[in-house]
């Protein structure tokens, strides 16, 4: 069957037609709106002031934002719970945001005096490895201060603090990672035998006392030798003990006190003794008391025509 041109371009328009909604129909059906989504948003913790550095943080520095979660800082805060109680590292200015970079826990990292407990002070009292128990006694130990006296003869050991917290042994303040502990070689292998951390040389320790006790810490190590005993741990007991001495240690009578004779009652005849000490000033003299005045003698007066006369009787 033949076409004619004009039947050919009318079938040709039509398969055009067709195709052309077919094809418009597929790629209306293939298009999606595109969703507009918002960037997610995350909570972060900004000062509200100027905090300065090495400063404990409390609520009222502390503001809470909004922040795109795309746009936050590495390692942010996000709630002021994580800061409060902690130290800035830095000077942190208002609107900063707070991250573990710019705060950090109360360590002696940040100062010794970050980790004195409250209402109590730091002291450091010289040591020995005999007295600072032979260098075991570590940062967060508890001990008991013991200090001996030389009293006239008398030697005295009494204890002088209890329970008292330990903040640093020479310069260490925090305690040693390896807490292993030697165990005797006559009972286990040596392949099998764990080796003690190395003890340093003790020279000092820095104790956690109130004021009234670092006064006694502190004449007690100048007039005294301190030791330090080591507690157990979390053994907060208090005992009372009464002081020791040499000789009760030795088992030793104390000496009889010998009664001293009564003085002798000094004779002034031999003078002033010496013994009672420089005499008494003598009294100044008083002087006598005037003579009463006697009375003027009365007369008789006599009138002799114009003439008076006066006349005394013996």
């Given at each position: 069957m033949r076409f004619t041109r004009r039947q050919a371009f009318a079938i040709a328009a039509i398969i055009g037609v067709v195709v052309a909604g077919l094809v418009y129909y597929v790629l209306s059906r293939q298009t999606v709106e595109p969703v507009v989504t918002e960037p997610e948003q995350v909570t972060i913790v900004v000062a509200a002031r100027d905090i300065p550095a090495f400063t404990t943080v409390t609520p009222e520095m502390l503001e809470s934002r909004e922040m795109a979660a795309v746009a936050a800082p590495p390692n942010v805060l996000s709630s002021p719970e994580q800061a409060i109680g902690q130290v800035s590292k830095m000077h942190i200015s208002t609107g900063q945001t707070l991250t573990r970079a710019t705060v950090g826990p109360r360590t002696a990292a940040a100062g010794l005096t970050f980790v004195i407990p409250r209402d109590h002070r730091a002291v450091t009292v010289a040591l020995d490895p005999i007295s600072g128990v032979g260098g075991f006694v570590y940062p967060g130990d508890r001990v008991d201060v013991l200090a001996s006296f030389d009293n006239g003869g008398l030697s005295v050991t009494r204890t002088i603090l209890q329970n008292i917290e330990v903040l640093a042994m020479n310069d260490i303040t925090v305690r040693p990672?390896?807490?292993?502990?030697?165990?005797?070689?006559?009972?286990?292998?040596?392949?099998?035998?764990?080796?003690?951390?190395?003890?340093?040389?003790?020279?000092?320790?820095?104790?956690?006392?109130?004021?009234?006790?670092?006064?006694?810490?502190?004449?007690?190590?100048?007039?005294?030798?301190?030791?330090?005993?080591?507690?157990?741990?979390?053994?907060?007991?208090?005992?009372?003990?009464?002081?020791?001495?040499?000789?009760?240690?030795?088992?030793?009578?104390?000496?009889?006190?010998?009664?001293?004779?009564?003085?002798?009652?000094?004779?002034?005849?031999?003078?002033?003794?010496?013994?009672?000490?420089?005499?008494?000033?003598?009294?100044?003299?008083?002087?006598?008391?005037?003579?009463?005045?006697?009375?003027?003698?009365?007369?008789?007066?006599?009138?002799?025509?114009?003439?008076?006369?006066?006349?005394?009787?013996d």
């Open positions: 990672r390896d807490d292993r502990v030697q165990q005797p070689t006559d009972t286990v292998d040596d392949e099998t035998a764990t080796e003690a951390p190395a003890t340093e040389q003790v020279t000092s320790a820095t104790l956690a006392v109130a004021p009234d006790q670092a006064q006694t810490l502190i004449m007690s190590a100048y007039k005294g030798a301190i030791h330090l005993v080591l507690r157990p741990r979390d053994d907060d007991s208090m005992v009372s003990l009464p002081e020791q001495t040499h000789r009760a240690v030795m088992g030793v009578d104390p000496p009889r006190e010998v009664e001293e004779p009564a003085e002798p009652v000094p004779q002034m005849a031999m003078g002033w003794p010496e013994y009672w000490g420089a005499p008494p000033a003598p009294a100044a003299p008083q002087p006598e008391p005037a003579p009463p005045e006697e009375p003027a003698p009365q007369g008789v007066e006599i009138i002799r025509g114009a003439e008076r006369e006066v006349v005394i009787p």
